[in-house]
Structures are given as structure tokens and as C-alpha cells.
């Protein structure tokens, strides 16, 4: 794949993986309201991957579609980060996490916005408002069991401590990025990371929950492929049905 | 004989009526999905649609309905196209298609800014009583572009359809 494939491809996976996440919560959040909630984020996200994975493949030029690219690809093949693969957890560690993500996600996309590359543009110009949305609906529920009762704050921060060591990987930029983003294309992932701790800690302090502190950091590689135990089961719930039935539609 | 600018106008009014599968008494036109209407040297036409939300999974029957409707209306080829840019916004939404949804029992978005001051949304009118002392209950709804409410006068829950911009 070129460069500028696989970046597409980089942003389409951490979508569409998290996308699969937000859909197991459906019939299993804590509230009617909040199945509800998290499948129209799925839905968004996996909206924008069905664009990124679809350009993707235009870029490559081998004939690839978005399903194939979905469904016929194997772990190793895909370039999400381990934050959006890690099973979800209770609901204070899917908050977390997509505290942690829309965040994040969102610098990324109003950078994008004005990217050289027009549909990259297109697509951040589109989905920067939808993730705006989704920040907002994360940060209530942080601040709303960070500063709830002992137990949800004991768990809310058991959350935030689960997924903060996966945090460093969505700041690590290398070669392939740095290459785009000196033509205008990507944006510079390490210089998103002061604004996204400015509107973390702010909601972290506010929620009365402690940044954590001198947790391990796991070695990373989702973008080259590697990645963590959660992620073969995901792809076998994900894929098993396209792959049980090549070409079936609806 | 008709000319190009008759065929593009009965090609778009045949487009324009297309309802929106999920809010059926809205017109892609009314709701701003409806982007352009154009006939090629060959005749075909081109329609160019786009999407509200990134994942709205209306769009491929809108495609679909968009298709027929100008098939019907006596275009053998038709070309559906779906731009990104620019982004779909509610300020889109035309006045008869926020009347159609107030009749419809969803509270409209906040009309198109103008320039100048922002108008301050103090609150969103209940769809059924015309009440103001309405909460917010999910930021989230049936679909990707509508949030629910609760009137505290009539007592009605109502789904609002969200301001995006």
C-alpha cells in the first residue's frame, strides 16, 4: 500500500474497530437511553470508516472495497491502535476510553480538515462535528460518576486507570506520518497531545478523579499490525459472518 | 422539443419530492440532502445527494428512491453521486420542511444563523403544546440526527431534531 493508503487505512481502522466495541453495548448499557447513545456513536464512526476504508482502497488501486477491507483482512493486517480493540469493560471503562478517544479524535479531525488531500478533508470536515457530539456525551458521564457516589467514583477511576496506559500510542507519529505531514496530507499525532491533555485534565479535575500516574506503559505496534490478545476475537465476531457468506447483501 | 433547462428542471422537481425514509414528511429537498441536479451531453442525469451523518443508513434508499423517482419521470439513466464537502448542516433545512416537522410532532432545529449576534436557544418548544418548560431526557434518538424531550406541561415525550453545524 502507499503511504497515503495506509494512512486512510489508520483512521478508518481505529474507527470501524471502535465502532464494533460501541455496538456490544447495545442491550447491555446501564440504561435504554444509553443503548441507544452508543449506537448512533457506532453508527457515526462506522460511517466514517465506510469512507476511509472505501478511500483506502481507491488509493491502493487493487480493486479493494470497503468490505473487503473490513471483512477479508487479518489482525496483522490491521492498523489500529490497542485503545480501541481493548474489551469494553464495565461502563466506566467504555466512558473512559471514549473520553479518551473523541478526544484525541477530535484534534485530529479539525487538523485534517485543512489537509492537502481533498477527501481526507471531506470526510474530517463531516465527522468533526459528529465526534464533537460524542466528547460531550463522554465527558458528561466522567464527570457524572467521577463526581457521583463513592462507588462510582472508585470505579470511574478504575476506568480511567485501565485505559490510560494505551494513551501514548494515539501521540506516536513515525516515519510514514511524518512524510505526509510534511506534504500537508496527515496531521503531526505528538502535536495534538498538549491540547487533548488541557480538555482531559480540566474534565479529569473537575470530575474529581486523579490523572493517573506511573502506570506501565504496554510496547504499542497496532499501527504495525501488532496487536493485543482482545483483538483475534474481535475480528472473528466481526468478520465471521461476511466470511461464512462471500457476497451476501441484505 | 424540450430544452436541457426544461429536463433539468422536471429532473430535479422529480428528485426534490424524494422523502426522507426515516422522517417521512420531509423532502431530501426540505432537509438539504438534495445538492444538485444535472443533465449530460448524453442525457443522463446526474444527481448529487449528501449525507446528514457520516453513518446515516437512510442514504442508500435515498439513493434507491432518488433513482426511481427520476426514472419515473422519464430519464432512463440516472447517476446518483454522494459528496461529503461541504458538510450537511441543519442551517439547510428549509422553513416548509421545519413547518412540516413541528406538524409532524418533532420539534425543529433553531432556524439558519444569520450574521451578526447568536441567537441564545433557551429551550426547545414542545412539538405538541407549544410549551417551553421542556427537558432534554437523551442526547441521542431514534436516529443519528434527533435527540429526545420531555414536556413538563403536556407531559408528552417528543423526539427534537438536532442543530448541527
Redesign the interface.
Same mark, same amino acid.
Given at each position: 500500500m502507499t503511504p497515503l493508503a495506509t494512512y486512510a487505512l489508520r483512521l478508518g481502522d481505529d474507527a470501524l474497530v471502535l465502532s464494533h466495541r460501541l455496538g456490544e453495548w447495545v442491550t447491555n448499557a446501564p440504561q435504554l437511553?444509553e443503548d441507544? !447513545?452508543l449506537?448512533?456513536?457506532a453508527?457515526?464512526?462506522?460511517?466514517?470508516a465506510?469512507?476511509l476504508l472505501t478511500y483506502a482502497g481507491q488509493v491502493e488501486g487493487e480493486g479493494r472495497d470497503e468490505d473487503d477491507l473490513a471483512y477479508l483482512r487479518d489482525e496483522r493486517d490491521f492498523c489500529n491502535v490497542h485503545l480501541v480493540e481493548l474489551a469494553n469493560g464495565d461502563f466506566a471503562v467504555s466512558m473512559a476510553r471514549q473520553l479518551v478517544f473523541s478526544t484525541y479524535q477530535l484534534a485530529l479531525y479539525e487538523q485534517l480538515q485543512s489537509s492537502t488531500d481533498?477527501?481526507l !478533508? !471531506?470526510?474530517a /470536515?463531516? /465527522?468533526v462535528?459528529?465526534v464533537d457530539?460524542h466528547r460531550?456525551?463522554a465527558t458528561?458521564w466522567v464527570l457524572r460518576l467521577g463526581d457521583g457516589t463513592d462507588e462510582s467514583h472508585g470505579r470511574m477511576q478504575a476506568g480511567l486507570d485501565r485505559v490510560w496506559p494505551y494513551v501514548g500510542e494515539l501521540f506516536t507519529t513515525d516515519g510514514l506520518e511524518q512524510a505526509l505531514v510534511a506534504e500537508g496530507v496527515a496531521a503531526d499525532s505528538s502535536a495534538l497531545r498538549p491540547g487533548w491533555d488541557g480538555y482531559v485534565d480540566a474534565v479529569l479535575a473537575e470530575a474529581t478523579l486523579d490523572r493517573p500516574e506511573g502506570l506501565r506503559t504496554p510496547p504499542g505496534g497496532g499501527r504495525r499490525g501488532v496487536h493485543t490478545e482482545a483483538m483475534g476475537y474481535l475480528l472473528a465476531e466481526m468478520q465471521s459472518l461476511h466470511r461464512a457468506h462471500p457476497g451476501a447483501s441484505w | 422539443m424540450t430544452s436541457v433547462h426544461d429536463d433539468v428542471a422536471a429532473a430535479r422537481s422529480a428528485a426534490a419530492a424524494v422523502l426522507d425514509p426515516e422522517v417521512p414528511v420531509l423532502t431530501i429537498a426540505d432537509l438539504g440532502v438534495l445538492r444538485d441536479v444535472t443533465v449530460e451531453a448524453d442525457g443522463t442525469v446526474v444527481v448529487t445527494i449528501t449525507?446528514t451523518?457520516?453513518?446515516?443508513?437512510a442514504m442508500d434508499t435515498i439513493r434507491t428512491d432518488v433513482a426511481e423517482a427520476v426514472r419515473r419521470a422519464g430519464f432512463p439513466a440516472v447517476e446518483v453521486r454522494t459528496?461529503? =464537502?461541504? =458538510?450537511?448542516t441543519t442551517d439547510w433545512m428549509t422553513e416548509a420542511g421545519r413547518e412540516a416537522l413541528a406538524a409532524y410532532g418533532i420539534a425543529p432545529p433553531p432556524a439558519a444563523r444569520a450574521t451578526g449576534p447568536v441567537p441564545v436557544a433557551l429551550s426547545v418548544r414542545c412539538p405538541q403544546c407549544g410549551s417551553a418548560r421542556t427537558r432534554e431526557?437523551?442526547?441521542?434518538?431514534?436516529t =443519528?440526527c434527533k435527540s429526545?424531550w420531555v414536556c413538563a406541561v403536556c407531559r408528552e415525550p417528543f423526539d427534537h431534531f438536532k442543530a448541527?453545524?
Open positions: 437511553e441507544v !447513545a449506537g448512533n456513536i453508527l457515526d464512526l462506522l460511517g466514517q465506510r469512507s481533498e477527501t !478533508a !471531506a470526510v /470536515a463531516k /465527522a462535528k459528529e457530539y460531550d456525551h458528561q | 449525507p451523518y457520516s453513518g446515516c443508513p459528496a461529503l =464537502a461541504p =458538510a450537511w431526557l437523551s442526547r441521542f434518538g431514534s =443519528a429526545m448541527h453545524r
